[in-house]
């Protein structure tokens, strides 16, 4: 069985470029969640995806955005980029079936450095 | 809403020895669930042990247990014969059920280090 991966391990971005951060959820798992994680902090959740819809969104701006694909992986786009959007981006997948969501399994995660 | 917080920066154990590492939360809500996870200097969060908040018993994993007290929202976790693997950041979670998103909400961490 294949864990959650992600895509690129780490990125160098300067200030106003935009970045895609790639995440191929576990297998038999229809539900990816994303979360930033700066330096020494837990991770704060920005959104999640469930059968290719945002499901729920935590405090961020609409710079940052997803998608979901049929096969179930996402992406994370996140526009005009800030020197705070320097952290590390989580995936996380698990399993739903109806209104029940199970554990959320997370991936190794991308490190993001803004100049 | 809620919120998780987690009182202890650092921790260290000799090894060998037990670790209670301590989590607090709030939440108005009845049912819900509360996690553990570490994640090593290797960044990938790892599951340790998930406690539902309907069940009284408190659960196990190995050397790992939790003690849920729900009437004081306090979900701290033991770490028995800890081993020199167990050193890593360790963040209490929460996960409501109500909604359509259940998101995971963490605390800031515990840093742990053992001791050989």
């Known amino acids: 069985e294949t864990g959650v991966t992600q895509s690129p391990t780490h990125l160098i971005k300067t200030r106003g470029q935009q970045v895609t951060l790639r995440c191929s959820s576990q297998?038999?798992?229809?539900?990816v969640s994303w979360y930033q994680q700066a330096l020494g902090q837990g991770p704060q959740f920005i959104f999640q995806?469930?059968?290719?819809?945002?499901?729920g969104r935590g405090n961020f701006p609409p710079r940052f955005s997803g998608l979901q694909f049929p096969n179930y992986s996402s992406e994370l786009n996140v526009n005009a980029l800030e020197l705070d959007d320097s952290a590390l981006y989580l995936c996380?997948?698990?399993?739903?079936?109806?209104?029940?969501?199970?554990?959320?399994?997370f991936g190794p995660g991308t490190r993001l450095l803004v100049l | 809403a809620q919120t998780v917080t987690q009182s202890q920066p650092e921790m260290s154990v000799q090894e060998a020895e037990t670790v209670t590492l301590s989590c607090t939360y709030d939440?108005?809500?009845?049912?819900?669930?509360l996690f553990w996870y570490k994640q090593p200097p290797s960044r990938q969060m790892i599951l340790v042990i998930r406690?539902?908040?309907?069940?009284?018993q408190n659960a196990t994993e190995n050397r790992f247990s939790v003690n849920f007290q729900k009437a004081a929202k306090s979900f701290s976790l033991k770490i028995s014969d800890s081993q020199l693997g167990d050193a890593a950041m360790y963040f209490c979670a929460y996960k409501g059920v109500r909604g359509g998103s259940e998101k995971l909400v963490f605390g800031k961490g515990t840093k742990l280090t053992v001791n050989p």
């Open positions: 996380a997948s698990s399993p739903r079936a109806g209104a029940y969501q199970e554990t959320q399994y």
């Open positions: 297998s038999g798992h229809n539900t």
């Open positions: 995806y469930y059968r290719e819809e945002e499901n």
């Open positions: 406690q539902e908040a309907y069940k009284q």
């Open positions: 939440t108005s809500e009845s049912d819900y669930y």
